[in-house]
C-alpha cells in the first residue's frame, strides 16, 4: 500500500515569520495583510506572527536567513512586488530575490515561502493582491501552513 504524506492546514501552536518589502508598498502591504489574515484564520495566535519589514525583495534573502536560523520559527514566508519597469532593475531585483530565497528554503530546516509577485505592471500585481486574482499572500500563508505539517511526517 502506498503510504501518502502530505501535510494538513491547522495551524495551532505555529509561529510563523513574514518578511515583507516595502518597495511598491500598495501591493505588499495587501499581500501582507492575506497572509495575516489566513494565518490567523487557521489558527495562529496574533502573537506568534512576527513581521519584519525589509526595504526591498532584494533584501528579503538576508533577513530570510537570520529570521529562519533564529530557531524561534516554523515557518517563514517571503512577500514582496518586483514589477517591471522602463529600467533593467527589474530582472536583477527579481533574479536575486528569487535565487536567494530559493537558496535560504534549501539550506533551512523549517520552510522558506516564496510570496513575491514578479509582474509586467502594475495592474497584473494588483489582480494578485486581493482582487480578481486572488491575494497570493493569502496564497504564501496556506503554503507554509501545509509545508510545516508535512516537514513534521518526514
Ligand atoms: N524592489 C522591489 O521590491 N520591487 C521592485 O520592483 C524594485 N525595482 O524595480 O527596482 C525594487 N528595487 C529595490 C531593491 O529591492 C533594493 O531595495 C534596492 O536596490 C536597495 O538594495
Excluded at 40 to 51: C, P
Excluded at 52 to 76: C, L, M, N, Q
Excluded at 92 to 108: H, L, P, Y
Amino acid at each position: 500500500m502506498v503510504k501518502v504524506h502530505e501535510g494538513m492546514l491547522n495551524a495551532e501552536g505555529m509561529k510563523i515569520a513574514i518578511i515583507s518589502a516595502r518597495f511598491n508598498d500598495m501591493i505588499t502591504k495587501e499581500l501582507t495583510q492575506g497572509s495575516i489574515d489566513c494565518l490567523k484564520r487557521h489558527g495562529v495566535k496574533e502573537g506568534d506572527i512576527h513581521l519584519y519589514w525589509v526595504p526591498g525583495a532584494f533584501e528579503i534573502p538576508s533577513t530570510a536567513r537570520k529570521v529562519a536560523e533564529s530557531g524561534k520559527f516554523d515557518g517563514v514566508i517571503c512577500i514582496g512586488a518586483v514589477i517591471r519597469g522602463a529600467t533593467p532593475h527589474f530582472d536583477m531585483v527579481a533574479n536575486e530575490a528569487t535565487k536567494g530565497i530559493a537558496q535560504v528554503g534549501m539550506n533551512s530546516n523549517v520552510p522558506v515561502i516564496f510570496g513575491v509577485l514578479t509582474t509586467d505592471s502594475i495592474e497584473q500585481a494588483l489582480e494578485r493582491a486581493g482582487t480578481k486574482a486572488g491575494n497570493k499572500g493569502w496564497d504564501a500563508a496556506l503554503n507554509v501552513i501545509e509545508m510545516v505539517n508535512l516537514n513534521k511526517n518526514i
